[in-house]
């Protein structure tokens, strides 16, 4: 699995670097099919102070590609969240990729 984190207007420190790792190997963890995650940090210059903290992620999977992104006033909040929202969506990818639902054939004498 290629993890790439990247900081857009801010600093990406090797506690938030680690941070972001230990969330996102739960991913990585209940899928193995993952290929490659790339995480983008943004502070965005907002008036607003609620949403300046904005996480994105796309990750590649075997057979197709999923994005979510996650704004809050905390950046580690927003890393949660967006920790979250992955997870969600690779196991929905999960389920349909292993889900097998093939009613049997009826034998008729």
């Not at 890393?79 to 009613?103: I, P, S």
Request: hydrophobic letters at 35%; aromatic letters at 4%; charged letters at 30%.
């Amino acid at each position: 699995m290629n993890l790439t984190i990247s900081g857009h207007h801010l600093e990406v420190t090797p506690a938030l670097r680690g941070y972001v790792t230990t969330k996102l190997d739960r991913i990585a963890r209940h899928f193995d099919q993952v290929v490659d995650i790339k995480v983008l940090l943004t502070v965005d210059n907002m008036k607003e102070k609620e949403l300046r903290q904005r996480a994105e992620c796309n990750v590649h999977v075997k057979g197709r590609d999923l994005f979510a992104e996650s704004s809050h006033a905390d950046l580690y909040a927003a890393v949660d969240e967006l920790a979250d929202k992955l997870d969600r969506q690779v196991g929905r990818h999960k389920e349909k990729t292993q889900a097998h639902h093939h009613v049997a054939a009826k034998y008729q004498d």
